[in-house]
């Protein structure tokens, strides 16, 4: 069938979600469905959770994980497909979010470790020369908003 035809009336087809599409279009996004692949001993990569493909490699000292989505959630869609098959400890990292801004002093310095402290729930003292002592409290209801950190 040419891409002439799938124009012509009564040529589509329904997927599974409901989308008219073209019946080879669809046939292709059967391929793009989530699958975590054994492409190795001891590595895997998964395929449809996103938009590029998360790979995993188990090394001697624990997980190494490549390239885990564009969001949280789809790192923890990853991380919870590959414990189906490992439960190595991850060595790269074990989660990543962004935050909209960074606390700095005046003098351009990150605060790095009054953030430690708010991740790690201990108690800190808000700093004399920070810029914004508002970055604070954003960052800490993104870690809250991540399940990282509990109330």
Not at 61 to 78: V, Y
């Amino acid at each position: 069938m040419s891409v002439e035809d799938s124009f012509k009336p009564g040529v589509t087809q329904t997927g599974p979600k409901g989308q008219l599409a073209h019946p080879t279009t669809l046939e292709h996004s059967k391929r793009l469905e989530k699958k975590l692949y054994k492409v190795g001993e001891n590595s895997w990569s998964l395929i449809g959770n996103g938009l590029s493909n998360q790979s995993f490699v188990e090394g001697p000292e624990g997980l190494i994980c490549i390239d885990t989505g564009e969001s949280n959630q789809e790192m923890a869609a990853a991380m919870k497909e590959v414990r189906k098959e490992t439960q190595a400890p991850v060595v790269a990292f074990k989660i990543a979010i962004v935050v909209k801004r960074l606390p700095k002093t005046r003098s351009g310095k990150i605060l790095r470790g009054t953030v430690r402290k708010i991740a790690d729930n201990e108690p800190y003292k808000m700093p004399a020369t920070i810029d914004d002592p508002a970055i604070l409290d954003e960052i800490k209801q993104d870690l809250k908003d991540n399940n990282i950190l509990k109330s």
